[in-house]
């Protein structure tokens, strides 16, 4: 039996701070034969498995709402607008506009989950996918490589990072440059860490074309900017929160480090905030 925890209200995944917990049981998963680049020693989600639709299995749906649940634990915002059924989550998240990828927690992590709009935009399959080290999503370039790790350090010490950019290659070696990215750590429901999740929105290739729902075209360049504000408003709105938390619960004063530190980031949001809605 495996159990997780997740925000949510009733049988729905619900985009809200004061939602409650919900448990899903489902079958342990049988051992089977691993390949032999493909080991993992880290501490791990459940392993996705094969199949005409892979996305659908119990592991897989399980390793979904652990990832929605760390989404909203780490940035203080819903992966989804609307409340989303549980049982929706699976092809939901698979058919998303945006690309999320996640990876486990090995010393050289292999990636665990891609959905649709990831494995177009990387140019591969699940079973290719799946299994393979992540930093191969880089160019080998000892700079490229350097930045994604800090990036993933960076993360692994804050919980996310948002509006990263840097570039990745597709498996067929093509070059995108990937803009207003969030990278989140990923945690069981005790606080382990088992990974680390990417959520893409846009992207553009060399050639100057975008993909990705805040891509710049006519129809949506003015819904691009409102989805930014949305997200800079919801940034402000999650540093916020963590303050008063810190304060009222917690009983630090404004001295103490934690809160110092925590209003720092409030401040910095904030100032994110302003500039987008002055120029």
Known sequence: MFSTATWARGSRIAPRLDQKYFTVYAAKKKGGKKGQNKKNKGPSILKPTEGPKPYLSTPVIMQNLLMIESYFRKTGRPLFEEEVEISDVAELLW??????????????????????????????????????????????EKEIQEDRSALLAQALESGYVDDYEGWRRSFKGKPFKVSQATIFNIESPDGA?????????????????????????????????????????????AHAANVRMLKEDKGLSNSHEEVKKAVEELLAAKSDLEQMTTS
């Open 95 to 140: 058919n998303a506009p945006f690309a999320i990828l996640a990876h486990n927690s090995s010393e050289d992590p292999t990636f665990e989950y891609g959905n649709k709009a990831a494995l177009d935009l990387f140019e591969c399959e699940w079973s290719e996918l799946i299994g393979t080290p992540s930093r191969e999503s880089a160019a080998p």
């Open 193 to 237: 860490a088992v990974g680390q999740g990417a959520v893409l929105r846009l992207w553009e290739y060399e050639d100057g074309t975008q993909g990705g729902p805040l891509a710049a075209t006519e129809d949506n360049q003015t819904e691009s900017d409102t989805e930014k504000l949305r997200l800079a408003q919801e940034r402000v709105d």
